[in-house]
């Protein structure tokens, strides 16, 4: 079945550095989408992404939907304390329909 | 707030009790999940309801029975549960149009349950 890879695993970084992690997949994906999930909390919708190429921002975040259709990408700029959680990646199962694959997530550490 | 609630956030309960989770999305959606979050593991799906009915049954134990009355509630009963059921239990919702793909997925904050 269809599986998402997340890298890094988790990182630690220092206050106001930039951040970037990937979501990989052996399958294509029409949409992509990115999660943020403090603890204890349900996973936070931060950006969705539609179109090959299409390169979204909220904020500080930046996603990228890859051309290949098989990878994404989320980076961070000027990181602070809060932005710590895990961060998901996501995809409707076998290209469209109502179920979503989740990737494993990249735990992000921000220390001050 | 993202339009997905979830009742209780916190239960703890015996292996003997029967409780339920609540969720209720005020989205107007159409389709709702109820996923399992276990320490250190990936989302892991357990039902589907789409326009109130289950089209996904994950290999859920039958001591996990969901309901699902109407588009905007559902609910998970819950009877003679293990210790290894305790996990973080999310609820979440989704609009699905068949067409191009253009559907997003909003969660619910989760009931943590623990199982003695």
């Known amino acids: 079945g269809q599986q998402l890879n997340q890298s890094p695993q988790s990182m630690f970084i220092q206050e106001g550095e930039d951040v970037s992690m990937n979501c990989t997949s052996s399958?294509?994906?029409?949409?992509w989408l990115w999660y943020k999930q403090d603890p204890g909390e349900g996973p936070v919708l931060l950006i969705a992404l539609y179109k090959a190429g299409e390169l979204t921002s909220n904020g500080r975040l930046t996603a990228q939907f890859g051309i290949t259709r098989k990878d994404s990408f989320l980076n961070i700029s000027a990181s602070i304390p809060s932005d710590v959680g895990i961060y998901f990646c996501a995809g409707p199962s076998e290209g469209y329909g109502q179920n979503f694959v989740f990737g494993p997530g990249t735990r992000l550490s921000v220390l001050p | 707030e993202t339009g997905v609630t979830q009742t209780p956030r916190h239960l703890v309960m015996g292996m003997t009790n029967k409780k339920s989770l609540k969720c209720e999305q005020h989205?107007?959606?159409?389709?709702m999940y109820w996923y399992k979050q276990s320490a250190k593991k990936p989302l892991e799906l357990m039902f589907v309801?789409?326009?109130?009915?289950?089209?996904e049954n994950n290999s859920v134990p039958s001591r996990f029975s969901p309901e699902c009355p109407n588009s905007s509630h559902l609910f998970l009963h819950l009877h003679t549960l293990q210790p290894e059921d305790s996990a973080l239990y999310l609820c979440?919702?989704?609009?699905?149009?068949?067409?191009?793909?253009?559907?997003?997925?909003?969660f619910g904050p989760g009931t943590r349950l623990l199982v003695l």
């Open positions: 989205l107007g959606h159409n389709a």
């Open positions: 979440a919702s989704s609009q699905v149009s068949g067409r191009a793909s253009r559907e997003t997925q909003y």
């Open positions: 309801y789409n326009f109130k009915e289950q089209t």
């Open positions: 399958s294509i994906f029409n949409t």
